[in-house]
């Protein structure tokens, strides 16, 4: 059982920054990828990030490429979303999700643990 809370959500304007973390309770926690997913109202969940257990791999939707960076740090059980160049249609609920294995995906439907999220919220 891995449980996964996401933190560091809030208001910013159109520029600006945020660091999303999300930590983790279970001993499998670095054996397992980790994905930050988004969803805004009336929409799907969108893949943003994903990386490896080992933290030596990372892929990122096409939207966040080049503006967003996921890392983690097994020591601490936290993995992390830094976000630059914030849009406003950056603008969803961020989620966290986990699966066991060294394998990561962009479905969302391969993750098996997910957190209760945190708003993002970009102004024009």
């Known amino acids: 059982q891995v449980h996964l809370v996401e933190s560091g959500g809030g208001l910013v304007q159109a520029g600006g920054s945020l660091r999303l973390s999300c930590a983790a309770s279970?001993?499998?926690?670095?054996?397992?990828?980790m994905a930050w997913f988004r969803q805004a109202p009336g929409k799907e969940r969108e893949f943003v990030a994903t990386i490896s257990w080992t933290g030596a791999g990372t892929y990122y939707g096409d939207s966040v490429r080049g503006r967003f960076t996921i890392s983690r740090d097994n020591a601490k059980n936290t993995v992390y979303l830094q976000m630059n160049s914030l849009k406003p249609e950056d603008t969803a609920v961020y989620y966290c999700?986990?699966?066991?294995?060294?394998?990561?995906?962009?479905?969302?439907?391969?993750?098996?643990?997910w957190g209760q999220g945190t708003q993002v919220t970009v102004s024009s």
């Open positions: 279970g001993r499998i926690f670095s054996r397992g990828a």
């Open positions: 999700g986990y699966r066991s294995g060294s394998s990561y995906y962009t479905e969302p439907e391969r993750y098996d643990y």
